[in-house]
């Protein structure tokens, strides 16, 4: 009896092991990350260039090919460092681009990429609206207030798969599915005079 549990023990273990190894090997190539990014201080704005690195998992993909549009939102938050106490966050933004497939014309549509919110641009293929969709060519962000001189700052920045902008069948799925949680985690820039 005692071989027979030991058995069962050991085969549960690798049947779990088995099914996690499958799940992260369909999720291993769907990942958000921020590739680089080169932060610079202009008259009294944050200029930003870079580029992210945006992979759909299969189930992503599949929702975006059945018409379901997908919303990312890029956080931006500059902070001034500090020596003796935890760095002081100065200012955050938020980028929302939202990419679709259009089944008639066969393009992905790609919005909120330019400053003017009613800019729609077209591409023929997923790769090339994602890479679109990832670069960040010299946006400039206003600052509130004026930067001391002579402090240092840097730049946090985190690419994310809005889940709740999806529709709200599809959200249950999307929370409770791997294949959803697409984000780059934050990642930190120091930011040039």
């Known amino acids: 009896m005692g071989f027979i549990m030991r058995a069962y023990r050991r085969s549960n273990w690798l049947t779990a092991a088995t099914l996690i190894a499958a799940l992260s090997a369909s999720v291993a190539d769907a990942e958000f990350t921020v590739t680089n990014v080169e932060p610079r201080l202009a008259a009294e704005a944050l200029v930003l ?26 956080d931006i938050s500059l902070y001034r460092e500090r020596p003796v106490m935890w ?25 909120g990429h330019r400053p003017d919110a009613a800019a729609v641009e077209s591409f023929v293929s997923l790769q090339l ?14 600052l509130s207030r004026e930067l001391d001189s002579d402090s240092n700052y840097y730049v946090e920045v985190r690419a994310s798969l809005d889940i709740e902008s999806l529709p709200a069948p599809l959200r249950p799925v999307a929370y409770t599915s791997l294949a959803w949680h697409l984000s780059s985690g934050w990642t930190e820039w120091h930011v040039q005079r």
């Open 129 to 142: 609206a994602l890479t679109s969709m990832g670069s960040l060519d010299e946006l400039s962000f206003p």
């Open 49 to 74: 260039s870079g580029a992210l690195d945006l992979g759909l998992s299969a189930k992503v993909e599949e929702a975006l090919s059945k018409g379901i549009p997908m919303d990312v939102i890029i």
């Open 87 to 111: 760095d002081a966050r100065i200012q955050t933004w938020v980028l929302r681009r939202r990419i679709s497939y259009h089944a008639l014309s066969r393009q992905y549509l790609l919005m």
